[in-house]
Each structure stands twice: as structure tokens, then as C-alpha cells.
């Protein structure tokens, strides 16, 4: 059954320093979205990409955050001076298209700990 | 105003009997979907069961069914002869309309209830 895969699965970096989270949507899906999830807290919408450009964002998607699908499969996250406070599961989704489109299929995480 | 209330933090089921998790939303769209997700002390976020709003019929997904009272505005999952498996924490989940530039729509999550299943 295709899924959403991500990688690093753990990834540990300094304050300040740039990361860029990795994604691999399900191949003939069309919407992709990044989410995080502080410890303890409940999901949170960051982004939605389709046709090669941001859809929405949410208030936490700031400047220092960008998307990007470099090519017909990888979908990345880059945090470029990250905070304490970045500290988060972050997940990739995807969905679409045809029957079930509605679905968002997440990828298993990406823990990051910002020290 | 919270658009996703779950209201359980937690919840004890015995193996083998059912059991109900409450989810309430909140919206003004006519168009809407519902979602469950179920998240194992493992982390991932796997996808259960979907009610869109104009479905007529309550959702079922294998040992999954919802719910679904549209005046009401709630979303119950029910879950069905409880394996030990299923101890993990579940999110209720709402897409909104459709956003634009043809985003399918983000997704609001409840705060989740941790499901506990004993042997």
C-alpha cells in the first residue's frame, strides 16, 4: 500500500542553525501539507502546496519557513534559524486525487529538538 | 472558540467491549469533512475513518463507525470489540470548505483522548 515516508526520523540541531525536513507525498497525490505537533499538544496546520505554490499557510508558517517540491517526488521543509521553540513532530501529508481525495495520508514524523 | 472539542482526556475500555470517543466541531460551512486519526505512542498519524458532510449514512471502517449527528454538530468514533492495539491517543479532525488555489483544506485537530485498553 503506497505511503507518505520522511526522513531523518530524529534530527537534533543547534539554535540558529538551518534544517530541512524531507518528505516523500504518495506518488499521484496532488496536495501536500506540513503539520507539527509540540509534545503533549495537538496537531497544527503549517502549509498546503499545490501546482507548485503555497495554498494557505497558518500564522506559525513565518518567514523563516519555506516549501519546496525540487522535484516530482521530494516535498521539504526548511526552517532557517531555528528557535527553541521549533522543538516539534513535524509531519508531512498528502491527499488526492480521485475517490478517497479528502483523505490526508500522513508520513510517520520527523522529531526535531532544537538545543 | 475551539472548532474541535474533544472532550475526554482519557478513557479506560476493557478488551473485547466497545467503546465511544466524543467529538463536537464547530463551523458555519455547509461543506465539510470529519476525520479520525489514530496516534500510537510510536508517533505516526494514521488515518481511521472519514464523514464528509453531506453523507447521509454514518461512516464504517471495518471495527470504526461513526457517529455522526449533524444537528448536534458531533462526530463520535466507536470502536468495536477493543484489541490491546488500540490503546493509543485518537484526534478527531475537520476540513473546512476548500481553500483556494484549489488546496483540498487544512485540517483542525481536537486536543485527543488517550484510549486505554485492559486485558
Known amino acids: 500500500e503506497p505511503e507518505v515516508t520522511q526522513t531523518p526520523s530524529h534530527q537534533v540541531t543547534q539554535m540558529g542553525q538551518e534544517v530541512i525536513l524531507r518528505c516523500v507525498p504518495i506518488?499521484?497525490?496532488?496536495?501536500f501539507y506540513w503539520y507539527r505537533q509540540i509534545l503533549g499538544q495537538k496537531v497544527e496546520f503549517l502549509v498546503s502546496?499545490?501546482?507548485?505554490?503555497?495554498?494557505?499557510k497558518s500564522e506559525i508558517f513565518d518567514d523563516q519557513f519555506s516549501v519546496e517540491r525540487p522535484d516530482g517526488s521530494n516535498f521539504t521543509l526548511k526552517i532557517r534559524s531555528t528557535k527553541l521553540e521549533d522543538s516539534a513532530m513535524y509531519f508531512c501529508?498528502?491527499?488526492?486525487?480521485?475517490?478517497?481525495?479528502?483523505?490526508?495520508?500522513f508520513g510517520p514524523g520527523t522529531r526535531l529538538l532544537v538545543l | 472558540a475551539q472548532k474541535i472539542t474533544q472532550t475526554q482526556p482519557g478513557m479506560f475500555v476493557q478488551e473485547k467491549e466497545a467503546v465511544t470517543l466524543d467529538c463536537t466541531y464547530d463551523?458555519?460551512?455547509?461543506?465539510?469533512?470529519l476525520f479520525w486519526y489514530k496516534q500510537p505512542s510510536s508517533g505516526e498519524m494514521i488515518f481511521l475513518i472519514y464523514q464528509g458532510s453531506y453523507d447521509e449514512q454514518n461512516a464504517t471502517e471495518g471495527r470504526y463507525s461513526l457517529n455522526f449527528q449533524k444537528a448536534r454538530k458531533s462526530t463520535n468514533l466507536v470502536i468495536s470489540a477493543s484489541q490491546l492495539g488500540d490503546s493509543a491517543m485518537y484526534f478527531c479532525a475537520m476540513r473546512e470548505g476548500r481553500g483556494g488555489g484549489g488546496s483540498q483544506g487544512n485540517l483542525i485537530f481536537g486536543k485527543g483522548t488517550k484510549l486505554s485498553v485492559k486485558p
Open positions: 506518488s499521484n497525490h496532488l496536495y
Open positions: 463551523t458555519s460551512d455547509p461543506s465539510y469533512g
Open positions: 501529508a498528502s491527499s488526492g486525487p480521485g475517490q478517497g481525495r479528502e483523505t490526508q495520508y
Open positions: 502546496f499545490y501546482n507548485n505554490e503555497i495554498s494557505e
